[in-house]
């Protein structure tokens, strides 16, 4: 039977470049995998997660969830939506990572991959995974109001390169 699972890549910026914070435990560049619970929203089970985590610093107020993308994976038959959680900068990172309950990591360039008009590519890694969740955010960010008054200043500028180009000039501007 095929089974749901939550993808979820909590990131921050950490001197001004985005950083994904991850257990202190997990091996490098590993999302958060959350099992699906029946009848409960993906929403709720991944705010909750969050909240779990995050217990003594959790304020949804400032912090923007939302799902990027989903895919299937045939050779465990499972469907994964994923989730970028955009967490505030701030002192409770250098906290947490003092009493060793996160780890940061900065993740550098990041490139999409794509696939062709009728199906995803053919391989996937986490870090084009993230890249189309970063990609995603840009472009929520040009409109969605409730991004837009969450998102922290800083991040326009990180996010500036992932942002959709316009049209150019067709024939030669003079």
Known sequence: ??????????????????????????????????????????????????????????????????????????????????????????RWLDQLVTAERIYIESIGKLETQFGDQLFPPLQLDQHNVLAHALDHLASLSTYDPAIREVLEPEWREVLRPRLPKTAGCLQRCT
């Open 1 to 90: 039977m095929t089974s749901i699972w939550y993808e979820v890549f909590p990131v921050t910026l950490v001197s001004k470049q985005v950083a994904l914070i991850r257990n202190h435990r997990e091996e490098n560049f590993s999302p958060w995998m959350i099992p699906n619970l029946p009848n409960i929203h993906p929403n709720e089970i991944v705010v909750n997660h969050l909240a779990t985590v995050f217990v003594d610093i959790f304020d949804p107020d400032q912090m923007i969830v939302h799902s990027t993308s989903w895919r299937y994976e045939n050779e465990d038959d499972r469907v994964i939506l994923t989730y970028l959680a955009v967490l505030p900068q701030g």
